[in-house]
């Protein structure tokens, strides 16, 4: 049975500071997705990693996917307020299996 | 979340009673899934659907039904709810590959409060 843990669940960072989130799964998987959600929102897709090695990147946030050691990161460069949201990572054998999540709060 | 809708958005409904939940698409995506969201478990599968009237289970699919009868449209059917079953349940969809392994795209969500 597919696993996806992710960590911290909570976060509590300061403006202008960085941080990685992590996303580690339990079984073979070669296509990641990030997505964020927005206290009572839906769900917002941020990243798709689909191959070992990569990244992509969009404004602070950089994903990457190493499928050998079945690891994700989202880091987080500079963290402004507006980043302030819980981040999933879902994992897709022939369902996606989403992680618990990440409550990202950034504060002054 | 522009091609996919949901409702009712909120209910509020009692132990025993039937619910019905809609999800419609104007995107044509052949996959659609319906998920619930509960605290400190991210979201589950409930069941999803891979073309008219082809579904299937997922991890969580105990005490509910669906059906899907036109490409735009997939119902998920409390049979008897119970207050395990209050959550937050969304609406899934995505394109064309095979097992669904694109990116999903999900809706704005139901609220169910089971009484």
């Known amino acids: 049975e597919l696993k996806v843990e992710q960590n911290p669940l909570f976060l509590s960072m300061q403006e202008g500071k960085n941080y990685t989130i992590y996303c580690n799964y339990s079984?073979?998987?070669?296509?990641l997705y990030w997505y964020r959600q927005d206290p009572g929102k839906s769900l917002e897709s941020l990243f798709v990693?689909?191959?070992?090695?990569a990244v992509k990147q969009e404004g602070r946030l950089m994903a990457s996917l190493d499928t050998k050691a079945r690891l994700s990161t989202l880091h987080i460069t500079a963290a402004v307020h507006d980043l302030s949201a819980t981040y999933f990572c879902a994992v897709n054998t022939d369902k996606l299996i989403f992680g618990t999540g990440t409550r990202l709060q950034v504060f002054p | 979340d522009a091609g996919i809708t949901q409702s009712p958005r909120h209910k509020v409904t009692e132990t025993g009673t039937p619910v019905t939940l809609r999800c419609h698409q104007t995107e044509n995506h052949r996959y659609m899934y319906w998920y619930r969201q509960d605290p400190g478990h991210g979201l589950r599968l409930i069941h999803y659907s891979y073309g008219v009237k082809d579904t299937d289970k997922g991890e969580v699919s105990d005490g509910y039904s669906v059906s899907r009868s036109k490409t735009e449209d997939f119902l998920l059917t409390l049979e008897s709810a119970t207050s395990s079953q209050t959550s937050v349940y969304f609406c899934?969809?995505?394109?064309?590959?095979?097992?669904?392994?694109?990116?999903?795209?999900f809706g704005p969500g139901t609220r169910l409060l089971v009484l």
């Open positions: 079984t073979t998987s070669d296509r």
């Open positions: 899934a969809i995505s394109g064309g590959l095979a097992g669904g392994q694109e990116t999903q795209y």
């Open positions: 990693l689909l191959s070992n090695g």
